[in-house]
């Protein structure tokens, strides 16, 4: 599902329209994004929780040829979905 795609689906749900949805989705994705970066995590019930995790350097290597490369530090997201989502889905 694309981003317009959702925001097409929030839309018709909730009887908003698209531009409305839009606003909302953006407003969450920077919300998200905020909270994560102040507090390093979140959940939200039935859906799941976000945590930010610390990868370290390391080294990798070019596949094409094979030059060995460097891979700073960097701060990534991990999601764990939560039962209640999981159960939904099976």
Known sequence: M???????????????????????????????TDE????????????????????EARKGHNPKTKAVIDIPASNSVKFKSAKALKDSVN
């Open 36 to 55: 994560l970066k102040s507090s390093g995590g979140m959940a939200l019930a039935g859906l799941g929780s976000f945590s930010v995790v610390r990868r």
């Open 2 to 32: 694309t981003k317009a795609e959702l925001v097409a689906k929030l839309a018709e749900n909730t009887g908003i329209t698209k531009n409305q949805a839009d606003k909302v989705l953006n407003s969450l994705v920077e919300v998200m």
